[in-house]
């Protein structure tokens, strides 16, 4: 009987061993990529996205970093208290009005630098050497020579300004709100233009020659033929450039702490970042340093989301 049982069951088919081969090489190729991202999928998983929600459940407790401290349940409390906090408001117009500034003119000053250093400049390899530099030094450094620069006792800036105007001057940049905002837009400027530079050339470089030509035999002004020919074909880099400076400008924090000498107040220059460093490191506040995290990331992310629609609605119209 267990042998009749037996030889009813039907056993699959034998596979050639060609198809073997086949379907190994198959699911090799399929599972290759995965295998080889799966590294940086850890590391991005662990300090990246464990962060994020961290942050975000830390939120919403009284929480303290000492071993065996209570952390209570505190619901939206912290949020309201960002609400109502003047030094938060302060510090929100300042980083609003930070990106402002410095984003559209390092678009503007990159885009512009990008246009003139063509193949046709003698010298363009060095030139764009020059516009480089900034990018790849390195905060701390650019922002204490920029102190120097700007000192109130044997700075350069009050040097030449005392030349210009033919007496003694002694201005304390980094002191007062405006003077201090307006270095810090400037070391800001001058060293992230060059990134807009580098990510529009590449884009000029891709511009169809044969259109541009076409349109100037045509007897298109220059005008013409970059609001029709040119900025069509680089408004993907337009909108990356952009979003990814939003993104830079929103988080701003070594180059204000340093310059103004850690004094993080409203007086000076305070932004959110250096306000949320305050509360963490200075006050041990933690759960309200996330909160006022959180909702930048939040804030952040729906105006990047904003600026991705703008440009293709632009695009489709």
């Known amino acids: 009987m267990a042998s009749e049982t037996t030889s009813l069951v039907q056993r699959p088919p034998d596979l050639p061993a060609g198809a073997v081969t086949k379907r190994h090489y198959r699911v090799t190729r399929l599972l290759t990529p995965y295998f080889l991202l799966l590294p940086a ?17 830390i939120s919403f407790y009284n ?9 209570p349940f505190v619901g939206w409390s912290n949020y309201r208290a960002v609400f109502h906090d003047p030094a938060i408001h302060t510090a929100a117009i300042n980083t609003l009005l930070f990106l402002v500034i410095t984003v559209p003119i390092q678009m503007a000053l990159g885009l512009f630098a990008a246009a003139m250093l063509t193949d046709r400049l003698p010298g ?29 006792e044997g700075g350069v800036a009050n040097a030449l300004l005392s030349i210009v105007v033919g007496h003694s001057v002694h201005v304390d940049w980094l002191a007062n709100t405006w003077t201090a905002d307006a270095v810090i837009w400037l070391v800001s400027i001058w060293k992230g233009v060059g990134w807009s530079f580098i990510m529009f050339l590449a884009a000029l470089d891709g511009v169809p020659r044969d259109l ?10 220059e005008r013409r033929v970059w609001r029709h020919v040119v900025i069509p074909n680089i408004r993907p880099t337009i909108t990356f450039v952009s979003v990814l ?18 004094a993080i107040t409203s007086a000076t220059s305070g932004v959110l970042m250096t306000v949320a460093y305050q509360q963490a490191f200075s006050f041990f506040s933690f759960s309200f340093a996330a909160a006022i995290a959180s909702l930048m990331a939040v804030a952040v992310f729906g105006l990047s989301f ?4 703008l440009m293709r609605r632009s695009d489709a119209a």
């Not at 904003?306 to 629609?309: F, M, N, S, V």
């Open 41 to 57: 999928g850890i590391l991005y998983a662990l300090f990246i996205v464990y962060p994020i929600f961290r942050q975000f459940d």
């Open 63 to 71: 929480w303290h970093i000492f071993p065996g401290a209570l952390n």
């Open 124 to 152: 363009r390899g060095l030139w764009r050497i020059l516009v480089f530099i900034p990018v790849i030094t390195s905060w701390v450094v650019v922002s204490y020579v920029f102190a120097y620069i700007f000192s109130a």
């Open 212 to 221: 541009v030509e076409s349109s100037r035999v045509d007897g298109a002004t």
């Open 245 to 262: 400076l939003v993104i830079g400008a929103s988080q701003v924090f070594t180059q204000v702490y340093i310059l103004t000498s850690g």
């Open 306 to 309: 904003l600026q991705i629609r």
